[in-house]
């Protein structure tokens, strides 16, 4: 039986700003198949974290280790590559382009792993209609619900092995945010990716198999 690689690993990360720590000596383990939430009030550092979880931040202090690659030291192209290749993110709008439909929108990023466009034309239009989803819409057009499961087709496209979420129902009301975090949290559970969800919602973090607070020392189970 192959071995699953660990999706996310960190250890002793810090990481500060002008004037104050955001969080130090942080600690934190995502397994393939299963789900963790990270909760905090803006400015908590919830952002700033994920933007270091992609390569997008250098590690001040500390060691990363994404689909067991180390961050530290990863050369630009290399951290583009991984991510590419092994992430998919979902952000708290959707970051859709609106003059795409929806179904574009998921095909553009499935080109990137896929590389043909009639395969990537097939995926997307399979990915939108298991979230029911009306592929030709323009994403402009899409309900604030459609928005969002365009965004997890679309985070899902490159069969990632870890899917970060950025406050990925903050925008939506109560029963539209529950219909998306019931797709979301599915997603471990149908592919077998880790996830790491951040929001400042305690019902979202809920559904998650673990769910920790994030403060200045570090990641404290709720």
């Known amino acids: 039986m192959t071995e699953l690689v660990q999706p996310l ?6 990481c500060a700003v002008p004037g104050r720590t955001l969080f130090a000596n942080l600690d934190l383990d995502v397994e393939a198949g299963s789900a963790v939430a990270i909760l905090g009030p803006s400015g ?3 952002s700033t974290l994920l933007s270091t979880l992609l390569g997008l931040r250098p ?7 994404v689909c067991g690659t180390q961050l530290r030291g990863l050369p630009r192209a290399k951290a583009s590559r991984l991510r590419r ?3 998919g993110i979902v952000f708290q709008d959707g970051a859709l382009l609106p003059e795409l439909t929806a179904a574009e929108n998921v095909a553009v990023a499935a080109m990137m792993t896929l590389g043909d466009p009639s395969a990537a034309a097939s995926a997307a239009d399979a990915a939108l209609a298991k979230f029911g989803v009306p592929p030709d819409t323009l994403a402009g057009d899409l309900s604030g619900g459609e928005r969002q499961r365009t965004a997890v087709a679309r ?4 069969e990632p092995r870890l899917v970060l979420a950025d406050e990925p ?5 109560h029963a539209t945010r529950d219909d998306v975090a019931e797709i979301l949290f599915g997603v471990p559970r149908s592919t077998g990716c880790g996830l790491l969800i951040v929001t400042h919602d305690p ?3 809920a559904r998650a198999d673990r769910a920790v607070r994030l403060g200045s020392d570090g ?3 709720v």
């Open 59 to 65: 590690i001040e202090r500390g060691d990363v280790t």
């Open 85 to 87: 290749d092994a992430v």
């Open 44 to 46: 908590s550092g919830k």
């Open 9 to 14: 690993r960190v250890r002793g990360l810090s």
């Open 219 to 221: 990641l404290v189970a």
């Open 203 to 205: 019902s979202v973090a």
């Open 155 to 158: 985070a899902l496209a490159n």
């Open 169 to 173: 129902t903050g925008s939506l009301d």
